[in-house]
């Protein structure tokens, strides 16, 4: 697909939507930033030091309040360049996958068009053309599933701090709203909880896009016009018998799960995504629970 129109539109627009990513997280960053910086939120009572550690041991309190500060905008840091590794790659997988797609639509039709303009059209011809078009449409198809899987490998970590992190984050800071009520603080702290939370369902719908451009791939060449073109098989059995069963190795491979794990409970999905937010509202009300049983 090297040179194909199709190729490259699909490529600039993974590009384009990796610039966008980008662009918004950095300007996020820089408004957060300046937002913490300006208002003084290092100051509020839940980013600073306790009243009674600055009463016994001054020196340690101020010494983890300035530890404090670059630990935010670290984990700040962390949080975009995870969001962007993981993101940028499932994104541009996907168009390759896409890509795979478009080779294997309307396969038949491409190899009687190169027969046909080299000036034969014997059986024998067609199939060997046959073979090395699917060849190379299955070659890429495994190069893809390969970097799907290396993904998972380098990512299974973040994953799964990914996972737990907007799971307890957005408990704990349903709970602080719940607590301190709706003001400046707690919308500045909620947002951040959102964007957590917005990552791992961007995660869980890129990786879904991949599940069903896979399983597309196979019936998109089992619903080719094979009724025209089994005619060709009448002289040649072996070929034909050797397509069967390489079709029927192509739809068992894009019909297996595609799926991107961080531990073995956690699986990046839709089901995943639910449990995610009925178990942080579990955590919720059991932190309320506790804050009123301790009054």
């Not at 993974?14 to 957060?32: C, D, K, P, S």
């Not at 983890?64 to 590794?85: C, D, E, K, W, Y």
């Not at 190899?111 to 060849?135: I, K, M």
Request: glycine share 4%.
């Amino acid at each position: 697909m090297r040179g194909h129109p199709r190729a490259h539109a699909l490529r600039q627009q993974a590009f384009r939507t990796n610039n966008v990513l980008i662009l918004a997280l950095m300007v996020y960053g820089v408004l957060n930033f300046v937002v913490y910086e300006a208002s003084g939120l290092h100051w509020h009572e839940i980013f600073r030091m306790p009243d009674y550690l600055l009463a016994t041991n001054r020196p340690l309190t101020w010494t983890l309040h300035l530890i404090m500060r670059p630990m935010t905008f670290n984990g700040l840091g962390a949080f975009i360049a995870t969001f962007v590794s993981i993101h940028t790659m499932l994104t541009v997988l996907h168009a390759e996958l896409l890509l795979v797609e478009f080779a294997f639509d309307g396969l038949l039709e491409r190899v009687e068009r190169h027969v046909q303009a080299a000036g034969a059209r014997e059986p024998q011809l067609l199939w060997q053309q046959f073979n090395r078009e699917l060849g190379s449409c299955v070659r890429e198809h495994c190069v893809v599933l390969k970097q799907v899987r290396e993904v998972n490998r380098v990512h299974s970590f973040s994953i799964t701090v990914q996972y737990y992190t907007a799971l307890l984050s957005l408990a704990i800071d349903t709970f602080f709203i719940s607590y301190y009520g709706l003001n400046f603080v707690s919308v500045c702290v909620s947002i951040f909880s959102v964007l957590l939370v917005f990552e791992w369902y961007y995660c869980c719908k890129l990786v879904e896009d991949l599940q069903a451009t896979n399983k597309r791939i196979g019936w998109t060449l089992y619903n080719d016009k094979w009724s025209d073109w089994l005619k060709y098989g009448k002289d040649q059995p072996a070929a034909l018998r050797e397509f069967r069963t390489t079709l029927s190795i192509i739809l068992l491979a894009t019909q297996r799960s595609l799926s991107l794990r961080g531990s073995d409970i956690v699986e990046v999905s839709w089901q995943t995504f639910a449990s995610m937010l009925k178990t942080s509202y579990s955590v919720m009300m059991f932190l309320i629970e506790l804050r009123r049983l301790n009054r």
